[in-house]
């Protein structure tokens, strides 16, 4: 399956190829914290903890969506989740539409096993809800990996630049709004590689989104690796 190839392909460029994008800031550079020799606290009083969602983390840290759909990306995930698990944090896997297209992919996905208590996002690809999917693959994907939320990414960059991209992005914020309306876990929305801007951030909040993802700037660069290769 293409999908399934893509994957791979892009595991392997991020192990071996320079896809670091250092045209894009997420903005940490622009701030510094004033050091504090006498910080006058016993760090061994500061708690990180949080609950949300039902779930309480050891700190507000997530693993973000990476990979699934390949034999690499199942070893990925699983480590991943080892970790997330041993150190109580958030996950969310990779998309999942290749393993909604094809169910043989739905093992590259399942990690409960190994990360029975972390807080689990399954993911798809918001632009999907306009190439027919709907809530029921949502409620599929959560499912699938016995998920506590579902997080949909937003990619316009990359699918207008790939090859066979789904580029029709018209009337989203109103689909995400159906979506929150009808399943039964809590929704997140991310964007992968170029941020979310403060009037996606009102429409995303008005449509009824649990949370947003606002990490996506810098890093990794899929439009840089269309463009090199």
């Given at each position: ?40 606290l016993s760090f061994d009083d500061i708690n990180t903890g949080i609950e949300i969602f ?62 029975p208590d972390i807080l689990l996002f399954a993911n798809l690809g918001a632009v999907q ?9 949502c409620i599929k994907a959560v499912d699938m990996i016995k998920a506590d939320g579902l ?79």
């Amino acid at each position: 399956m293409e999908d399934s190839r893509r994957k791979q392909e892009h595991l392997e460029l991020s192990l071996n190829g320079n896809m670091e994008d250092g045209s894009i800031s997420a903005g940490f550079g622009d701030y510094c914290f004033i050091h504090q020799a006498l910080p006058d606290l016993s760090f061994d009083d500061i708690n990180t903890g949080i609950e949300i969602f039902g779930k309480k983390l050891a700190a507000p840290i997530m693993i973000s969506p990476i990979t699934g759909g390949s034999s690499d990306g199942r070893i990925l995930n699983r480590r991943l989740a080892a970790a997330a698990q041993d150190k109580n944090i958030a996950m969310s896997i990779g998309s999942q539409r290749v393993a909604l297209e094809d169910p043989a992919y739905e093992d590259t996905f399942n990690i409960r096993d190994i990360a029975p208590d972390i807080l689990l996002f399954a993911n798809l690809g918001a632009v999907q809800l306009n190439y027919g999917f709907g809530y029921r693959e949502c409620i599929k994907a959560v499912d699938m990996i016995k998920a506590d939320g579902l997080m949909l990414h937003l990619n316009p960059m990359q699918e207008v630049f790939q090859d066979g991209g789904n580029t029709d992005f018209s009337g989203l914020a109103a689909k995400i709004a159906q979506i929150c309306e009808n399943v039964p876990f809590p929704v997140i929305v991310r964007e992968v590689g170029f941020g979310i801007s403060e009037d996606t951030a009102v429409k995303l909040v008005s449509s009824g989104v649990s949370g947003i993802d606002a990490g996506g700037a810098g890093g990794t660069s899929w439009i840089k690796r269309i463009i090199m290769y």
